[in-house]
């Protein structure tokens, strides 16, 4: 049985990729870092097995409340149709998860596991900003409406508009076209 974990850090450090090795569990598990062109950084965390079990996943988003997870239901079944290899869900904490199953063999896992987390970071790119968005607006409160005729100053007479720094605005202005701008600005006269 090959000790599947040591071949992958070794092709990792070969092609200089950053991982960390999770050192909380049995030490067959990898954190892997990476940033996406849409999404700032993504972390996945790579599991295996001694049998050649793979499981990689990724937290989207944490702490998704009820309501706000009932209504993206929709969009989870879509992400799940268009991209069958990773399927996505919310855990038993509220965090919304991205996951992909896969085995490896004998015949280069370190290449077989990067080509797997590489279309799982493009499948995670493509689908994340299409999740972080709909939650925003989801949790977006809406604008408060002001009805309060104290919190604002409505003019009585729109006259007071006429008058601006010493400029009379529209008072004799020119309706030919010889110029440009007509007579817009001109100077208050004196009172």
């Known amino acids: 049985m090959s000790n599947y974990i040591e071949q992958i850090k070794e092709y990792f450090k070969e092609k200089k990729l950053r991982f960390f090795v999770n050192e909380s569990g049995n030490g067959k598990s990898l ?22 079990k793979c499981n990689a996943y990724s937290t989207i988003v944490t702490k998704v409340e009820q309501n706000i997870q009932e209504q993206l239901f929709h969009k989870l079944n879509e992400a799940n149709n268009n991209f069958s290899f990773a399927s996505f869900s919310f855990d038993k904490d509220d965090d919304l ?4 199953n896969f085995y490896l063999n004998d015949h280069e896992p370190g ?45 009585d007479d729109f006259d007071d508009f006429d008058e601006y ?27």
């Open 31 to 52: 954190f892997i870092p990476m940033e996406l062109k849409n999404v700032t950084a993504m972390n996945i965390i790579l599991d295996v097995a001694d049998s050649g």
């Open 97 to 100: 998860m991205a996951s992909v």
């Open 111 to 155: 290449k077989m596991v990067m080509e797997y987390i590489m279309t799982f970071f493009c499948i995670l790119d493509d689908v994340a900003p299409t999740f972080l968005e709909a939650i925003w607006a989801l949790r977006r409160e809406p604008r408060p409406e002001i009805h309060d005729e104290d919190e604002y100053d409505e003019p």
């Open 165 to 191: 720094d010493g400029y009379d605005f529209f008072d004799d202005a020119s309706d030919d076209d010889s110029d440009e701008f007509g007579e817009l600005f001109k100077k208050k006269k004196p009172a």
